[in-house]
């Protein structure tokens, strides 16, 4: 059974971690095992518990106790579930709850690139996105367009901060991903995959090119919000791949290109 507290205490150290936590502090990079994260309304949530995170306790609108949020609640068990007005809850969190239910989870350990690749065809690198609108934008286009796993370098920002999983409508619980080290290229190279770089170089493939199509294992590079790609991640690429422009636009927002990318670039042989 749930445990139905209302909140009459903004200070109550149970609420810290919605009221006074920031990401990183949920994070919790000194003792990863002890991370959380903030999954938020109810549909965002189911997708968090389906793929086997656990929930530590709810903040929920009142109203929504018997409404939208009772079978979230039903399956998460005896934890505890702050309630408390609309009014109330958005001076405690500083935003309006989507749905009026928010849940904080306990994070998972990360896989590594070669479990999270083994057999997949098709997958996205990240390297240094750090707008978590972007990453969560682009992990919903990964999963929509059946890329099977992202890695990401150290430099982007976490699928699992608040807005990232908004974002993403809980698809980054759905994709597999992970973050890399430095020899990423080298791990996929070893994997069987070649790997193509979306960048406005001169020296490019068309993103149509039908040699990309008929890769059987493709990685598909996208760069950080401005800057692009390094060039060093460019030269170590098999491919540099540039999406055509028209009406002097110059490039596409990185979340756009991604999906661009992973349409044109999907698997044709099957």
Not at 79 to 96: H, N, Q, W, Y
Not at 242 to 261: E, F, Q
Request: aromatic share 6%; with cysteine; net charge negative.
């Amino acid at each position: 059974m749930p445990d139905i507290i209302e909140i009459k205490d903004f200070s109550a150290p149970e609420l810290d971690v919605y009221a006074r936590f920031t990401e990183v502090q949920l994070l919790n990079r000194e003792f990863p095992e002890k991370g959380m994260f903030i999954a938020e309304s109810p549909k965002v949530i189911e997708r968090a518990l389906d793929a086997g995170y656990e929930p530590v306790s709810i903040l929920v609108e009142d109203k929504h106790i018997e409404g939208e949020a009772k079978d979230v609640i039903a399956r998460c068990g005896d934890i505890p579930v702050f309630t408390a007005a609309f009014d109330v809850l958005k001076e405690l969190t500083g935003f309006p709850l989507t749905r009026g239910l928010l849940c904080a989870m306990r994070r998972k350990p990360l896989l590594s690139t070669e479990e999270i690749c083994a057999g997949a065809q098709r997958i996205a690198v990240l390297e240094d996105v750090m707008n978590p609108t972007n990453i969560g934008a682009i992990i919903r286009s990964a999963a929509a367009l059946s890329i099977e796993a992202v890695l990401m370098t150290n430099g982007c920002s976490n699928p699992l901060y608040r807005r990232a999983i908004r974002v993403s409508m809980g698809t980054v619980f759905q994709v597999p991903w992970t973050f890399v080290g430095e020899n990423w290229q080298d791990e996929l190279h070893k994997m069987g995959f070649k790997t193509a770089a979306m960048a406005l170089c001169d020296d490019t493939k068309c993103i149509d090119d039908e040699r990309l199509a008929k890769e059987e294992k493709l990685a598909i590079v996208l760069g950080t919000e401005g800057d692009g790609l390094a060039a060093k991640t460019i030269s170590d690429c098999d491919y540099t791949v540039k999406i055509p422009m028209a009406n002097g636009v110059d490039s596409l927002n990185v979340a756009a290109a991604s999906a661009v990318a992973f349409w044109e670039l999907r698997n044709h042989n099957h």
